[in-house]
């Protein structure tokens, strides 16, 4: 089946334009011009991935961002001015996985998208390869195919960037995970100076999520200019 994703921009020249790029690549694409259009889409279809508009004439993209991750861990994407990065940090933070900046190239666009779905399917789809699908240590359980994890016998909603991030942190633990490496394996592109706030941000959501407090860490440690790591207990 074709993967569904869902467009969303006030400007019809943008939405067509990601309409026409995303079909040329056998995706279905459903588009809107407006947020409350597409909140119904969300409530009412099975997608697999969404591009939203920060700014909309009725509802922001934020808002849409916020009620999506209430009951669904499929990538969002966030479509921001350029230089708003108080937008980018913004949409991190409510759970999107990544951003695009305005004016933006098709071809790249496709790229991300591309990539945000391989990494969905990857940690949510079972797979063939004989390899450790389950972690167990200090209360965390994560498990790999069924995108589940549990902390202290409490169930975390997690984005599949988060997801992603903890996994490869805890299948490392004892050894620290410089963030260009971190980058690397989660994003799948290359590091850049300002993708090192891309992964703070997330890390940070995460650290919440799990309660972990940044300055005495039981879990996510941050070793300063190298990356992170998770200490074997």
């Not at 099975?46 to 209430?70: H, Q, T």
């Not at 390899?131 to 984005?159: A, P, Q, R, W, Y």
């Amino acid at each position: 089946m074709k993967e569904r994703i869902l467009v969303v921009d006030d400007e019809k020249s943008i939405t067509d334009l990601i309409e026409v790029y995303l079909k040329n690549e056998n995706y279905d694409v459903i588009k809107f011009y407006n947020g409350h259009d597409a909140l119904e889409c969300v409530e009412n279809e099975n997608l697999d991935l969404a591009i939203l508009d920060v700014m909309l004439p009725d509802i922001n993209g934020f808002s849409i961002c916020r009620k999506i991750r209430e009951k669904h861990n499929f990538p969002v994407i966030m479509l921001t001015a350029k230089d708003e990065e108080i937008d980018k940090i913004t949409g991190l933070t409510l759970g999107a996985d990544d951003y695009i900046t305005k004016p933006f190239r098709p071809l790249e666009m496709v790229a991300r998208v591309k990539a945000q779905l391989r990494r969905f399917k990857k940690y949510n789809t079972a797979s063939s390869e004989k390899e450790e699908n389950v972690i167990v240590f200090s209360g965390l359980v994560l498990d790999k195919e069924k995108h589940e994890c549990i902390l202290n016998e409490k169930s975390l909603v997690l984005t599949p960037t988060e997801f992603s991030i903890l996994w490869v942190l805890a299948s490392n633990r004892g050894r620290v995970v410089s963030s260009e490496e971190l980058f690397s394996m989660v994003w799948g592109e290359k590091y850049f100076t300002n993708s090192n706030n891309t992964v703070m941000v997330h890390i940070r959501h995460l650290r919440e999520k799990m309660r972990d407090n940044a300055e005495h860490p039981k879990y996510i440690k941050t070793v300063w200019g190298i990356g992170y790591k998770i200490e074997e207990k």
